[in-house]
């Protein structure tokens, strides 16, 4: 969808506005899979712990799931269901 808004942009801002929003969203998008990444690799400790029987949270996971609203998702399903979708 925020690719989609790149010709638009470009199209009815001046250039050097256009530069500056479009290096906003690319460091957004940069940002998110830098995030996602993060996840991905704390769900592979998860799994790679719990198959040794170490069941220790990591900070961020308790963080997470000690928070009464909108808890990450990551934090509060089982490894085996954020990696492989089942």
Do not use: W
């Not at 530069?19 to 998860?46: G, H, K």
């Not at 799994?47 to 308790?62: M, N, Y």
């Not at 990551?74 to 085996?80: D, L, N, R, T």
């Amino acid at each position: 969808m925020m690719f989609g808004l790149i010709e638009n942009i470009t199209a009815k801002d001046t250039p050097h506005g256009a530069a500056r929003i479009l290096s906003a969203m690319f460091e957004t998008c940069v940002d998110r899979v830098d995030a996602m990444t993060n996840v991905l690799d704390d769900a592979l400790d998860r799994l790679e712990r719990a198959k040794v029987g170490d069941e220790l949270p990591s900070p961020a996971l308790q963080i997470e799931r000690a928070r009464p609203v909108a808890a990450a998702v990551y934090a509060v399903e089982k490894p085996e269901e954020v990696i492989h979708g089942g």
